[in-house]
């Protein structure tokens, strides 16, 4: 991968978007089942990433995505911090190890980031976490699935976490209750996949 890489100022700030537009969307599903700060926290990880834009657009895709995932682990408050920063961190990292091209490497780098994303929550699928937009998202990923069937999964993947009984984080500990309510961390992850699929898309019809 060389180094200048033009796209990802532009990509950074659709993210931001993004997360600014929802992100009183976010405190209140966060309300309803955490600490109510998950816009806030998130909305501030994306503004620190976006101030260090155009370093990032210099460097190569690898290090710059383990450069956001390290700005990520200590803007963002709480537990979604550590997860995101993981995931770009582990990305960068299984790009970097890569000679054919990202291309080639993206489906099993994608893969084996979410499963350290696993690791570091101690959790898996099905425990309503951001998890459970990351393994659809990884599995069309893997099926080389359009950017639209992509990002339309992740939107559907957020929705299914209506349904589920929280099994990690402070929801857990509500039991029951917490069915009936969106998990925040797997709406930021559907929107900055929504985000991110609509971008590239843009770029490709450019």
Request: with cysteine; hydrophobic share 40%.
């Given at each position: ?78 537990a979604s ?89 402070r929801a ?25 699929c609509r ?8």
């Open positions: 991968m060389e180094a200048g890489q033009s796209f990802l100022p532009g990509l950074i700030e659709a993210c931001r978007a993004a997360i600014a537009l929802n992100a009183d969307r976010l405190c209140l599903l966060d309300e309803e089942i955490g600490d109510g700060d998950h816009g806030t926290n998130m909305r501030r990880g994306c503004d620190a990433v976006f101030a260090e834009r155009d370093m990032l657009a210099d460097l190569p895709l690898p290090q710059a995505l383990e450069r956001i995932g390290m700005t990520l682990v200590t803007s963002v408050g709480g911090g550590p997860l995101y920063g993981t995931l770009l961190m582990e990305l960068g990292r299984g790009l970097a190890t890569d000679e054919l091209g990202a291309g080639h490497s993206f489906p099993p780098a994608l893969s084996r980031a979410v499963d350290a994303v696993a690791r570091r929550g101690r959790s898996t699928a099905g425990e309503k976490t951001l998890l459970d937009v990351l393994y659809p998202v990884q599995a069309e990923v893997s099926m080389h699935s359009t950017l639209d069937g992509i990002r339309s999964e992740a939107l559907a993947a957020a929705e299914r976490t209506v349904a589920m009984k929280a099994g990690r984080g857990a500990f509500l039991g029951n209750r917490s069915i009936g309510h969106m998990d925040p961390g797997a709406c930021s992850c559907a929107l900055l996949t929504d985000a991110i971008y590239l898309g843009e770029l490709e019809g450019a």
